[in-house]
């Protein structure tokens, strides 16, 4: 079983910042692709970044893109994503999810990912 855990969430002014955490438990996490997710109030959720097992490749929505930075530690277990630039367009709840079994590919539909945290808040204020 997998469990993980973000941390870092709050509210910040546009054009801050702000580092989210993912803290994983599970003897898999070393072994497949991680990512992020986000989810806006009466929106679908989406993808926002993902990493391959080793963090030598990542992939961003266009939306993110140059502004948000998602890297892993395999002997901590732990994933982040640093976000810079916050609009008030990023508010949303972030989600951190799992790839189990897939090492290389970086997928960005949600139903590719097996496990997945609580969430934490992010709220960009004007």
């Known amino acids: 079983q997998v469990q993980l855990a973000e941390s870092g969430g709050g509210l910040v002014q546009a054009g801050g910042s702000l580092r989210l955490s993912c803290a994983a438990s599970?003897?898999?996490?070393?072994?497949?692709?991680m990512g992020w997710f986000r989810q806006a109030p009466g929106k679908e959720r989406e993808f926002v970044a993902a990493?391959?097992?080793?963090?030598?490749?990542?992939n961003y929505a266009d939306s993110v893109k140059g502004r948000f930075t998602i890297s892993r530690d395999n002997a901590k277990n732990t994933v982040w994503m640093e976000m810079n630039s916050l609009k008030v367009e990023d508010t949303a709840v972030y989600y951190c999810?799992?790839?189990?079994?897939?090492?290389?590919?970086?997928?960005?539909?949600?139903?590719?990912?097996?496990?997945w945290g609580q969430g934490t808040q992010v709220t960009v204020s004007s």
């Open positions: 999810a799992q790839d189990s079994g897939n090492r290389w590919v970086l997928r960005v539909t949600m139903h590719d990912y097996d496990y």
């Open positions: 599970g003897r898999t996490f070393n072994n497949n692709a």
């Open positions: 990493i391959n097992w080793s963090g030598g490749s990542t």
